[in-house]
């Protein structure tokens, strides 16, 4: 089987688009097919699967899901496979730089549907250092906005059918540099990980929400965060709102020591942080 090895493109968005979908890099083997045809039967997917330093740029105003990268895998009950090959979704960046209705924003996606019975023996899924920046007006298209640095599905249908060796999620960011941006339908999330099946180990660290050179900001919920870096703009005053996380349906310890507070050197009032552990107020 080929390598499937979608890395470094750039996609820009420099004129209106609305209700499609946005891919820096894409790869489906949906019902065991392949750019090279059919996966004959009993066939094991062993050579590496690489969609990393992708970039997507959205420059005009749009309606549009965006993906830094996106890999579905989802073979059917007739023509079972063995998938063995490590899963590399590293570096992959999408930038919001204009009005945007967005119903979803990806860094990296990873969907592998085991349902029917193909044997998942996985040795790495790497989701890794993947960025979103929002420094534009971004509204929800739809009823709500799901944005992931980082996304890993896998489910199982027959017990003992899915084992991963490694699932590994560090270092991806989400930026919010845009001032007065009220997002209430907006769930954030560092990294999602959702296996059905055997992890030997799970590497989660490190993923960060980074609201930088703004205040006002707004969203409805966070989760999957590791750190918090707050880059002060130099118009904030005392008694200045930073981020308000709306409603947070599920409790999020936010540790203290892992909230960085810079360019604060400039004001002489005192700057107070709040937040509690059942609704991550900051």
């Known amino acids: 089987m080929d390598i499937v090895s979608i890395n470094n493109n750039t996609v820009n968005i420099n004129s209106s688009v609305n209700y499609v979908s946005i891919y820096g890099g894409y790869s489906v083997l949906s019902n065991a097919m ?6 004959p039967k009993d066939k094991i997917l062993s050579s590496p699967i690489s969609m990393s330093g992708n970039t997507v740029n959205v420059n005009a105003q749009c309606e549009v899901g ?4 996106y890999l579905s895998l989802d073979p059917n009950d007739s023509n079972p496979i063995t998938v063995t090959c490590p899963i590399n979704m590293d570096n992959n960046t999408v930038n919001i730089n204009s009005s945007a209705g967005i119903y979803e924003l990806w860094g990296a996606y990873v969907g592998l549907r085991n349902d029917y019975g193909p044997n998942i023996n996985i040795p790495i899924i790497s989701m890794s250092g993947n960025t979103i920046n929002i420094s ?5 298209y739809g009823s709500d906005i799901n944005v992931y640095a980082a996304y890993a599905q896998v489910s199982e249908y027959k017990p003992g059918s899915s084992n991963i060796s490694t699932v590994s999620a560090a270092n991806n960011t989400i930026i919010i540099s845009k001032s007065d941006l009220s997002l209430p339908n907006a769930n954030l999330y560092g990294a999602y990980v959702n296996v059905y ?5 799970y590497d989660v660290h490190d993923n960060a929400l980074y609201v930088n050179n703004a205040k006002n900001v707004s ?3 966070i989760y999957g965060f590791d750190a918090y870096r707050f880059d002060l703009p130099n118009n904030v005053n ?4 930073v981020l308000t996380i ?4 599920d409790p ?3 540790d203290a020591q892992k909230i960085s507070i810079n360019n604060y050197d400039h004001q002489t009032s005192t700057l107070n942080v709040f937040y509690c552990f059942a609704y991550s107020w900051l």
């Open 219 to 221: 969203v409805n919920s």
């Open 246 to 249: 709306n409603e947070q349906y």
């Open 34 to 39: 392949t750019s090279s045809g059919i996966v």
């Open 252 to 254: 999020v310890v936010v």
């Open 238 to 241: 005392n008694n200045d709102t």
């Open 136 to 140: 534009s007006v971004v509204y929800a």
């Open 197 to 201: 099946g055997s992890v030997g180990m």
């Open 66 to 69: 965006v993906y830094g990268a």
